[in-house]
């Protein structure tokens, strides 16, 4: 109708085996858009449209430097995954694959078929948790002296050599930390792994990002087959329950499988 | 994050629970910036923007002093980020400031007696150690011991 029509592209949030659209009614996307189905030839793309004008080069160039945009299109990407993933087999796009139109959609559809196909047997009926393991040395039993009080020195000690015998006490309680959380990072993969198909590491969380208090030691994913969820879920709430004093386990998902869904891109072009 | 969603159910509950749903933004982020299946869209220029990106935000995940340094800064634009930068800037400090400290004591303690008398006008700085021997040290240290 409007001049605009003509510039709605379409946003490819996941690739699914084929199923019945009608739970995706009143799913909206990216700038609140309504979800929809493009089924071609046994895939099914789950799109939205969107205006070409926001997601065109010079566009997206700029505003992908733009946090507030890019959390508000990352949570609707995800919100979308989230919504599709229990209705079907079906894996997750990056964010902002965008094509200039539906048609354009079904010949990505036929181009990449080998991918969708290959991730689609890999992947179907697992999920993604994710595991993160912090080292708290601050939370550990009593709170450690302010290294310049003079309170403490022992007597006949020399406020110098009472500064020195305090930090190396704190460096021992920290290097403890340390020891404590390394260990319990290989207990909790070697007790995870029993239950997962494939682990996958992230890099660990910096505190200015994540706000969570400690030293993000492990951030990891797995990847982990329906009927193991249980298990894998029992053991890791085990494992968060007898953390060590001055670590911390913390468990995130169930995901769609997007730490897994990229892995066997190898020897193929970009 | 604190109390993720699936724990109190089975594979099915887990399942339709959506749990990650209020998910922590750098979760979400790691995962639809750099995962997931990656094709080739209508818009050439996401491949390599997201990668840049990426490298960005995987600067500001490792250390937001390091990208700093390297003059990225446009999370700085937001009040949020930008106020954790800062702490995080002041924990640094903090921690410099007793290194320094630290050393200091350890010269003072090599120099011991050597020392005839400290700076007199220098209360803050752990001067205690050059002055020992001194009565003026020893009733310093006493005083600050009082709060103990």
Redesign the interface.
């Given at each position: 109708m409007s001049v605009d029509e003509g510039a709605l592209?379409r946003y490819?949030y996941a690739?699914a085996r084929p199923f019945d659209p009608a739970p995706l009614a009143g799913l909206t996307g990216v700038g609140g858009h309504p979800v929809e189905a493009v089924a071609h030839r046994g895939l099914l793309a789950v799109v939205s449209p969107v205006p070409l004008r926001e997601?065109?080069?010079a566009a997206?160039?700029a505003k992908?430097?733009?946090?507030?945009w890019?959390?508000r299109v990352?949570?609707a990407?995800?919100?979308v995954v989230?919504?599709v993933?229990?209705l079907a087999a079906a894996?997750?796009?990056?964010?902002?694959?965008?094509?200039?139109g539906e048609e354009?959609v079904r010949a990505?559809l036929d181009?990449?078929r080998a991918?969708?196909e290959r991730?689609l047997d890999r992947l179907s009926g697992r999920?993604e948790f994710?595991v993160k393991i912090y080292a708290d040395p601050g939370s550990r039993g009593e709170p450690e002296p302010a290294?310049?009080?003079?309170?403490?020195?022992e007597p006949g000690e020399?406020?110098?050599?009472a500064?020195?015998r305090r930090?190396r006490e704190q460096r021992r309680r920290r290097d403890d930390s340390w020891q404590v959380a390394a260990a319990l990072v290989e207990r909790v993969d070697a007790a995870l792994r029993e239950w997962a198909d494939a682990m996958a590491r992230?890099?660990?969380?910096?505190?200015?990002?994540?706000?969570a208090p400690g030293e993000n030691v492990l951030?990891a994913a797995y990847l982990v087959a329906?009927?193991?969820?249980?298990g894998f879920?029992r053991t890791a709430?085990r494992l968060r329950d007898e953390a060590p004093e001055g670590t911390r386990v913390?468990?995130?998902?169930?995901?769609a499988p997007?730490?897994?869904?990229?892995l066997d891109?190898a020897g193929e072009p970009? | 994050?604190?109390q993720?969603a699936?724990?109190q159910g089975?594979?099915r509950t887990?399942?339709?629970?959506?749990?990650?749903?209020s998910?922590?933004?750098?979760?979400?982020?790691?995962?639809?910036?750099?995962?997931?299946?990656?094709?080739?869209?209508?818009?050439?220029?996401?491949?390599l923007?997201?990668e840049l990106?990426t490298v960005k935000l995987?600067l500001?995940?490792?250390?937001?002093d390091k990208a700093k340094e390297m003059g990225i800064d446009?999370?700085e634009?937001?009040p949020a980020?930008s106020s954790?930068?800062q702490?995080?800037e002041r924990d640094e400090l903090a921690e410099e400031n007793?290194r320094l400290?630290?050393r200091l004591?350890?010269l003072?303690?090599r120099r011991g007696g050597e020392l005839e008398a400290g700076p007199a006008d220098d209360d803050e700085t752990?001067a205690?150690?050059?002055q020992?021997r001194t009565g003026a040290?020893r009733s310093r240290?006493g005083r600050?011991?009082g709060?103990?």
């Open positions: 592209a490819v690739v997601f065109d080069e997206l160039k992908l430097e733009d946090l507030g890019l959390e990352a949570r990407h995800h919100a989230d919504a993933m229990p894996v997750p796009l990056r964010l902002a694959t965008v094509y200039r354009r990505a181009e990449d991918v969708f991730a999920l994710g290294p310049a009080a003079p309170a403490g020195a020399s406020p110098g050599r500064y020195l930090r992230h890099r660990p969380q910096d505190a200015a990002l994540s706000k951030n329906e009927d193991d969820a249980e879920l709430a913390e468990v995130s998902g169930p995901w997007y730490s897994f869904a990229g891109r970009a | 994050m604190t993720p699936p724990w089975g594979a887990v399942r339709s629970g959506g749990g990650s749903s998910a922590n933004l750098a979760d979400i982020l790691e995962r639809v910036l750099d995962k997931g299946v990656v094709i080739a869209g209508d818009i050439k220029i996401n491949l923007d997201i990106l995987r500001l995940v490792a250390s937001v446009w999370w634009h937001d980020l954790a930068a702490g995080r007793e400290r630290e004591a350890l003072e303690e752990e205690g150690g050059g020992q040290g240290a600050g011991g709060g103990r």
